[in-house]
């Protein structure tokens, strides 16, 4: 029988990390929004100063099976800053394939995060989530994760490049 192990992704891992991203987007009807590349992602999270962090997890065939170690999920991070509460990380992505959803491989990815964030002395882990999708809600929810919305309301916000370069006079 498999196991499943989560890890430091390597740079060899990012055509994996890419192909996952755009089933990502793929999930959240936002595929039209994927501009990375491969060499990006490579330049991006394995270069001399990395802008992300990225776990992933590899399923492992059990021995005598002739498959070698296959990625199935990542959870895609950076660290970020709270003036009420210092480090934090902020998980961009989670996912899991998913053929390989229900087996707790999502937890996986989440716990390792956290305790990656408790090494670093962050106080919190800070992801987003698309308000459909309910059963990542519950997941969040059942691993002590608190829904901003709901009890302080705050919202998301973003400035895309052309409302940058508005702002900045380019």
Known sequence: MASTRIREAREGDCADILRMIRELAEFEQLSHQVKISEEALRADGFGENPFFRCLVAEVVPASGELQGPR???????????????????YLEDIYVMPQYRGQGIGTKIIKKVAEVALQKGCSQVRLAVLDWN?????????????????????RSFRFEEEAMKEMAGC
Request: hydrophobic content about 35%; proline content about 0%; charged content about 20%.
């Open 71 to 89: 990625v199935v999920g990542y959870g895609l991070y950076y660290f970020s800053y709270s003036t009420w509460k210092g480090r934090n990380i």
């Open 134 to 154: 309910k059963k990542a809600m519950d997941l969040y929810k059942s691993l002590g994760a608190q829904d901003l919305t709901e009890a302080e309301g705050w």
